[in-house]
Every structure is written in C-alpha cells, then in structure tokens.
C-alpha cells in the first residue's frame, strides 16, 4: 500500500473505527482477494466491531496497491466515510506530489549501509517479497529468506536486501531501490524515513 494511503487510515483510523461495520466489508475484501480467510478469521475473532475494524485497518496497510481503492468499493453502505476518505485522498495525492522525493546525486548513486537496509526493510511490510523480486532476486531466494525468518517479516526482508547487495556490489545503489519500490506501487518517499537519520545531505 501506498505511504499516503496508510497515512489516510492513520490519520481516521479512530474515527473509522466508530463508524463502520465490519461484517460486510470484510467479506467484500475476502470475496475481492484482498484478504485471505486467515485474515478474516483474525479480525472475527476481535472482542468488539471497534476492535475488529482496528484490526482490519492493520491488516490492510501490508495487502498491496489495490487494498485501499477495494476498500473504498467496500463502502456502499458508508457513504459519507467513503465520501470523507477520497476527498482527503484527494489533497494527498495533489499534482506533484509523487514527485517530492529529491535526492542529491550522491544519495542516489551511493550504496545503502547495514543500518539503512534495515529500516528501509521495516518500511516494506506486505510488499518485501514485490521489491526483491524486482531486484532480481529468485522465488528460491524469497523461499529461503522467508524459511530462515518464520513469521519475521523485517529479517526476511532485511536478508534479501543483504543478498541483493551482496550480488550487485556496486550497482545496488539507492537509485536502483527506488525503481524497484516504485515497480511495487511502494512510493519512493519511503526511502527519505530510511536515509535521514544517517544523512545531513537531503
């Protein structure tokens, strides 16, 4: 999913929580291949509905760049909750805005450090698997990955990360991240919350 649409849910993730129902719109989600039925049963399985949207809310941030705009179909009977979301999605998706990410040359063209990949790995969530894929990495090394860090989802990432380094030496640059992060709908922005802390030159 993308930062701005987590940001959104983030932002009425109370409010949302106090004005919808799950029951429908997690069938919906279930009947749209957003969720699995593990994940159905997860939020069933909440105390309360206000829980229960919580938890659906947590789940949708790792389910991809098509979880949002399904769970926007999801709200006919919340037409107003629908109505309020895309009107906010609207200012965050102002003209320009997926350009706002600006990097020095020496930024883009330099390699991550060990502390880097590994923030950069906690900002993937769900789509690990779609970035290192696009950084050629192998379905057996995504195996490998996920079989050494069972129900870890930042190590597994973190070692794919490592190996996609490992490999490309030189060339698995900062620029090269972007590209794959942007392969998975993912936008690059995510990339400045991992650099900054070590970076005075953004």
């Given at each position: 999913?993308d930062k701005r649409h987590i940001e959104l849910l ?37 105390a309360c509905n206000k829980h229960r949207v919580l ?138 919350d991992a650099l900054q802390t070590d970076s005075n030159?953004?």
């Amino acid at each position: 999913m993308d930062k701005r649409h987590i940001e959104l849910l983030r932002k009425h993730r109370l409010w949302l929580s106090e004005q919808l129902l799950s029951e429908t719109i997690v069938q919906f989600l279930y009947q749209e291949g957003i969720l699995t039925q593990a994940h159905v049963e997860v939020v069933e399985s909440q105390a309360c509905n206000k829980h229960r949207v919580l938890k659906l809310l947590d789940i949708l941030s790792t389910r991809g760049p098509r979880a949002l705009h399904v769970f926007l179909q999801s709200l006919d009977e919340f037409s107003w909750v629908r109505d309020t979301l895309q009107r906010d999605l609207q200012t965050l998706h102002e003209p320009g805005a997926p350009d706002d990410v600006c990097l020095s040359d020496h930024i883009l063209h330099r390699v991550p450090t060990d502390r880097e990949l590994s923030r950069i790995a906690a900002l993937l969530g769900g789509q690990w698997k779609a970035v290192l894929l696009d950084l050629e990495l192998t379905t057996e090394d995504l195996y490998r990955c996920r079989d050494d860090h069972q129900r870890d989802v930042h190590g597994a990432a973190l070692e794919g990360l490592v190996q996609w380094r490992r490999a490309q030496g030189k060339r698995a640059t900062v620029q090269r991240l972007i590209k794959s992060l942007e392969a998975a709908d993912i936008h690059p922005s995510v990339l400045i919350d991992a650099l900054q802390t070590d970076s005075n030159s953004l």
